[in-house]
C-alpha cells in the first residue's frame, strides 16, 4: 500500500505535500518523493527510507510551484531505492501510483517495441510511458489519460501532472480508494480524508471506476464510461481516530473493502512481475526441498487459514500437512516431523498458545516459520524464518483483512513448496501467479454482491441458526463464515464438510433453516449439490455462494444465490470469504450488535 496526494493550488505546494505524506506514512516508507508543476515544467525530488530524507533533499534543492503530486511508497515491485520511487515521469507526465498494473508486463514489452526506455523496475511507470505515448500521438492530456486508463488491467489509483498544463491535476480509482478534496482557489486528492485533514474536511470519495480533471477553481468527475456524474459532498470527521474509519460506519466495515490494498501488500513482496514467479525468504524456502511432513499451529480465523492451505500444500506441494488448534497441540506432546517443519500463523504475533506451540517446537528443534502481521511480536523474534502479512493494522475484532493476508502468503509458501519439491512446471507457476496478481482486482469484484447480501442478511437475522456447508478447500471456509456470524451478530451458527450432513448433523435440518453452501464449481460440486438436495428436500432455505459456472450448474435448487468472480483453485477460497464476511456484518448490523467489538472478545489473545 502506498500514500498519494495531490493539490492544484493557489499557494506553494511542495511543503504542504510533505505534510500530507506524513500523515500517510503508515502506508509507506521505503521511499517517498514529490514533483511540481510550474511554467518552467515539472521537477521532481525522490529519496530512499522514510520522509525526512525527502525533507532533507527537498532543504538542499527546494522545488516551487502551485500544482503537485505526492507519494510514500511501500515497496511491491522493484527494489525500495531512488530510481523505483515515486514520482515517475516520461516525457511531460508525471504520476504517483497505488495498487498493482497486473499487464505491466505486456505494456512495457509493448512500449519498448516502440522504442521507449524505461528507468525503472516498477509497474507503476508504464502508466507514465503510457500517457505520454498518447501525447505524443497528439492526444491532450486529458484524453491521453483517459485512452490509457482503458489498457490498465488491475487495483489501483493515480494521480497525474502535466509539463503543458502545469495548473492541471488528473487522478483515477479503481480498487484502491481515492478522496477529492474542496478548498477556497484549490482542490485536492488524497488516499485518505486522513491526508487532506489539514487542507480541507469538505471531500467527496470516489466511487469504483471514476476518474477526475482538476484545477484549483474546479473539478470533473467522469464514470468509467467517460460520462460527468455527481458524488456525494461530505464532510470528514475532525479527530484521527474517526478520519480513519473514513466513509464508513464501522472498522470492520472498511477493513472488508480495504481488502484488494491489503492483499496486494502481502501478496507483492514475494512475487517477480517481471518473471512471473514466487519467491519466499531463503529459510523458509531450504526447509521444503527435503520435507517429509510440515505441522501448522494457529488459533481462531488464523487456524482455517492455515486449515485451507492443508489443501494447497497436500494436492500442489504434494508435502503432508496437519494443521493443528494451538491449545490443543500444546498438551498433547506432539509427534514432530523428523525432516519437517513447523509453520505458525497469527495475526498480532502475539497469541499465547501459538507462542507456546512454537516453544515446543523450537524445544524440540523442527523449524518454525512465522506468517504474522506484525513483524516485531514475539512468535516473529523467535521463529527461525518471518515471512509476514503486510495487512496492515486491524481494528475490529472479527478479523477480515488479516485472514485473505494470510490465505494469500499461505498460498504463496504452497506454490514455493511445490517448486521447491519439483512439483510445479513453470506454466503452472506463471498461471498460479497471475491468478494472484489478479486477486486485488477481483476482491473489489466480489464486493459488488454487498447490496445482494445486505438483503439476504435482513432474512437471517431473526433466525436462531444458521449451516453453513463446504467440501475440499471451501470446508474451512464454511468454518471460517460460522465463526464470523457467532462473532458479530451472537448467532449460533456451525460449519460442516458438506459430506458429512448424513453422519448426524442432517437431524438439525428443519423448515426454514438457513444453510450457506461455499461452492465454487470445481471437481467435487457435484456431491456439494447432492448434499443441497438432502437438505432441500426437509424444508432448508439454501444461500448458495459460487462462480457463474456453479450458480448456473445448481439452477434453480438455490433460493439465493452470491455470485463471486471467476478464479481458481487458490483465488477462489480467498474470494469466498468477502460475501461470509458482509453477510456476519450486515446480520450483526440488523440486529444492532457491537460490530467492531464483539461482547467477550479481544482482539489479541495473550493469555489462555
Known amino acids: 500500500m502506498c500514500g498519494i496526494v495531490a493539490i492544484a493550488g493557489k499557494d506553494e505546494v511542495a511543503g504542504r505535500l510533505v505534510d500530507g505524506l506524513k500523515r500517510l506514512e503508515y502506508r509507506g516508507y521505503d521511499s517517498a518523493g514529490i514533483a511540481v508543476a510550474a511554467e518552467g515544467g515539472v521537477e521532481r525530488r525522490r529519496a530512499k527510507g522514510k520522509i525526512v530524507n525527502l525533507q532533507e533533499r527537498l532543504t538542499e534543492n527546494p522545488l516551487k510551484g502551485l500544482t503537485g503530486i505526492a507519494h510514500t511508497r511501500w ?23 497505488n495498487g498493482i498494473i497486473e499487464n505491466y508486463r505486456e505494456l512495457r514489452e509493448d512500449l519498448e ?4 526506455k524505461f528507468e525503472s523496475e516498477t509497474d507503476s511507470e508504464v502508466i507514465a510511458q ?34 503543458n498544463d502545469p495548473e492541471l491535476v488528473i487522478g483515477a480509482r479503481k480498487g484502491s480508494p481515492l478522496v477529492l478534496g474542496y478548498g477556497e482557489d484549490e482542490m485536492y486528492l488524497g488516499s485518505d480524508a486522513i491526508a487532506l485533514a489539514p487542507l480541507t474536511r469538505d471531500v467527496t470519495y470516489l466511487e469504483e471506476g ?7 477553481n474546479s473539478f470533473d468527475i467522469r464514470n ?34 480495504e481488502q484488494s490494498e491489503s492483499l496486494a501488500r502481502s501478496i507483492m513482496p514475494y512475487i517477480n512481475q517481471a518473471t512471473q514467479t514466487v519467491s519466499v525468504p531463503e529459510a523458509a524456502e531450504t526447509l521444503f526441498a527435503d520435507a517429509d511432513r510440515a505441522v501448522a499451529i494457529a488459533c481462531g ?11 494447497w500444500f497436500e494436492q500442489i506441494a504434494r508435502l503432508a500437512f496437519e494443521p493443528d488448534i494451538a491449545s490443543e497441540f500444546r498438551y498433547r506432546r506432539p509427534v514432530l516431523p523428523q525432516k519437517g517443519f513447523s509453520l505458525f500463523v497469527s495475526q498480532s504475533g502475539e497469541t499465547a498458545d501459538t507462542l507456546a506451540a512454537l516453544r515446543y517446537c523450537r524445544e524440540n528443534r523442527t523449524p518454525a516459520i512465522a506468517v504474522v502481521n506484525v513483524p516485531e511480536s514475539s512468535i516473529a523474534r523467535e521463529a527461525a524464518s518471518i515471512v ?5 493494522p486491524e481494528i475490529g475484532v472479527a478479523s477480515t483483512k488479516a485472514f485473505t493476508a494470510q490465505l494469500s502468503v499461505l498460498a504463496v509458501l504452497a506454490l514455493s513448496a511445490a517448486k521447491a519439491r519439483g512439483h510445479l512446471l513453470p506454466g503452472d507457476e506463471m498461471n498460479y501467479v497471475r491468478s494472484l496478481l489478479a486477486l486485488p482486482r477481483k476482491v473489489t469484484e466480489a464486493l459488488e454482491c454487498a447490496g445482494q447480501v445486505r438483503e439476504i ?13 463446504g467440501r475440499g478447500r471451501y470446508y474451512p471456509l464454511a468454518l471460517e463464515g460460522a465463526l464470523k456470524l457467532k462473532e458479530v451478530s451472537y448467532i449460533h451458527a456451525e460449519g460442516y464438510a458438506a459430506g458429512e450432513l448424513k453422519h448426524g448433523p442432517i437431524a438439525l435440518i428443519e423448515k426454514g433453516l438457513p444453510v450457506v453452501v461455499v461452492a465454487p464449481k470445481d471437481e467435487l460440486f457435484e456431491k456439494t449439490i447432492s448434499n443441497v438436495e438432502e437438505v432441500r428436500a426437509r424444508g432448508a432455505e439454501i444461500i448458495l455462494i459460487s462462480d457463474a459456472a456453479g450458480i448456473k450448474a445448481a439452477g434453480k435448487r438455490a433460493d439465493h444465490v452470491i455470485l463471486l468472480p471467476d478464479g481458481d483453485d487458490i483465488s477462489l477460497p480467498i474470494l469466498s470469504a468477502v460475501p461470509l464476511q458482509l453477510l456476519a456484518y450486515y446480520v450483526a448490523l440488523t440486529r444492532g450488535t457491537d460490530v467492531d467489538q464483539p461482547r467477550n472478545l479481544a482482539k489479541s489473545v495473550t493469555v489462555e
Not at 471514476?210 to 484549483?216: A, E, G, N, S
Open 75 to 97: 515497496a511491491t515491485h522493484g527494489a525500495p531505492n531512488e530510481t523505483n520511487a515515486h514520482p515517475h515521469m516520461s516525457g511531460s507526465v508525471a504520476i504517483v501510483h
Open 113 to 116: 517495441g516502440r522504442g521507449r
Open 130 to 163: 503510457l500517457i505520454d505515448a498518447y501525447m505524443e500521438e497528439g492526444k491532450d492530456p486529458v484524453a491521453a489519460f483517459e485512452e490509457a486508463l482503458k489498457h490498465f488491467h488491475g487495483a489501483f489509483a493515480i494521480a497525474a501532472i502535466f509539463s
Open 210 to 216: 471514476d476518474w477526475v480533471v482538476l484545477r484549483r
Open 224 to 257: 468509467v464510461r467517460g460520462e460527468r456524474v455527481n458524488r456525494a459532498r461530505v464532510t470528514s470527521a475532525v479527530n484521527d481516530a474517526l478520519i480513519e474509519r473514513g466513509e464508513y460506519d464501522h472498522f470492520m466495515l472498511k477493513e472488508i473493502h
Open 301 to 311: 480465523t488464523a487456524f482455517y487459514a492455515a486449515f485451507t492451505a492443508k489443501y
Open 388 to 392: 509476514p502479512t503486510h495487512a496492515g
Open 457 to 469: 442478511a435482513r432474512h437471517i437475522a431473526g433466525k436462531r441458526d444458521v449451516l453453513f456447508l
